[in-house]
């Protein structure tokens, strides 16, 4: 998701292979997203130009990002919620309708009790309230809303470019 701005329910795309030294710089650019081109060639034994490339084609296809995580409970955004949601009709209308939303900040179409997953991160209660109250319930489709209110985060963690498959 190079563009940083894929937020709609996107076509299906054929998965793009990883080779080892993709899933290196990955997991590289993971540990420090500032790693110079001339640092990473030197870890992955390519040229630096080599290097760029590769990580402009990462960047291209959408296979990674390189971004700023925060850490929403050290900064003014300290309620944190999972919404599940029922739909009635195309839960990919809902979906993109949610991914509009500014507080919303993951949207998952799943199978099983509900149809999508929604990841809000609010500054409080009361903000938390007023989207779901204001913007998530009214969407057309929408029946049903389920709230999970995270008590604490135990792990969240990004790094997954070092598996092997």
């Not at 939303?101 to 009361?126: K, M, N, P, T, Y």
Request: net charge neutral.
């Amino acid at each position: 998701m190079g563009d940083g701005n894929r937020t709609k329910v996107e076509e299906q795309r054929t998965p793009k292979a990883l080779d080892g030294t993709d899933r290196t710089l990955i997991a590289l650019l993971q540990s420090d997203g500032r790693a110079s081109f001339t640092a990473l060639a030197k870890a992955v034994g390519l040229s630096e130009g080599a290097v760029r490339q590769r990580v402009q084609r990462l960047l291209r296809d959408d296979m990674m990002q390189i971004v700023a995580v925060t850490a929403p409970g050290n900064v003014d955004l300290t309620r944190q919620a999972m919404i599940g949601i029922t739909v009635s009709g195309d839960p990919r209308e809902v979906a993109n309708r949610l991914s509009d939303l500014a507080d919303v900040h993951q949207v998952v179409l799943c199978a099983g009790r509900f149809d999508l997953l929604a990841s809000l991160i609010c500054r409080d209660d009361e903000h938390l309230l007023a989207v779901l109250g204001d913007q998530v319930r009214p969407i057309p489709g929408v029946t049903s809303t389920e709230l999970f209110v995270y008590l604490k985060l135990a792990k969240q963690n990004y790094a997954w470019g070092n598996l092997t498959s």
